[in-house]
């Protein structure tokens, strides 16, 4: 957000915290530390305050760990500037929550291993632009309609825990491993190394981990080794 490295709590402006001036220093550490996707979310695109593709741009150009870039991807054009810069895989949620279509055309066009699906959670319900609203639509159904529309991976998110350390949604993660199929990516809360463990005893695809790495509760090379041996 505005060119820092920033943590929201619960997606909420008022709770934002700065761990850094420069991302890209951030994106290097991880990526020197063993990660092979960082999840770079452009605050300012999703909340439609500007965007941050010149810190994309640079990261990217480092060859540092592919990038998975969420935030404000809402038109083709958007969408083809992004991979232009060189991501390896966009993510879809307000787009995909509204025009279905939109998914399977950039998913056609890329590939389904280069898209993924938010799904964005408040109270069971589904939330969309950057999560500012509310949709009367039920995750797990909208989670199944996603299937169909050619994405490679879909990213759960429960809004209410995200950023709290007090742990993942574990509950709402394995109801939607036995609705769907599709690879899933499992984000907020986690503060533990235990969390990791029991998502991933669960079977998800992977986990998106921040507040925990910026304050200190584990290193990235103790949460690639808690579920190295994991079946």
């Not at 907020?188 to 304050?215: N, R």
């Amino acid at each position: 957000m505005q060119g820092k490295c920033v943590r929201l709590r619960q997606g909420s402006l008022s709770q934002r915290k700065i761990y850094g001036e420069d991302p890209f220093q951030i994106v290097k550490k991880f990526s020197d530390e063993g990660a092979e996707l960082i999840h770079l979310v452009d605050l300012d695109a999703a909340l439609g305050m500007g965007q941050n593709d010149e810190i994309i741009r640079r990261c990217i150009e480092a060859k540092t760990a592919k990038l998975q870039v969420a935030g404000g991807i809402r038109s083709t054009e958007r969408a083809e500037s992004i991979m232009k810069l060189g991501a390896y895989r966009i993510v879809l949620g307000t787009i995909a929550a509204r025009y279905p279509e939109f998914i399977s055309n950039v998913a056609g066009k890329y590939g389904a291993e280069r898209v993924a699906v938010a799904v964005d959670v408040r109270r069971g319900k589904v939330s969309i632009e950057g999560w500012t609203q509310q949709l009367d639509v039920d995750y797990l159904q909208f989670a199944e309609s996603v299937q169909s529309t050619g994405a490679g991976v879909l990213i759960f998110t429960q809004i209410e825990v995200d950023g709290t350390l007090k742990g993942c949604a574990a509950v709402e993660v394995a109801k939607l491993l036995k609705k769907i199929k599709m690879p899933i990516i499992a984000s907020g809360g986690i503060g533990e190394l235990s969390d990791l463990f029991a998502l991933s005893k669960l079977g998800v695809h992977g986990a998106i981990v921040g507040t925990a790495l910026y304050e200190g509760r584990f290193t990235l090379k103790d949460a690639i080794r808690a579920v190295e041996d994991v079946d």
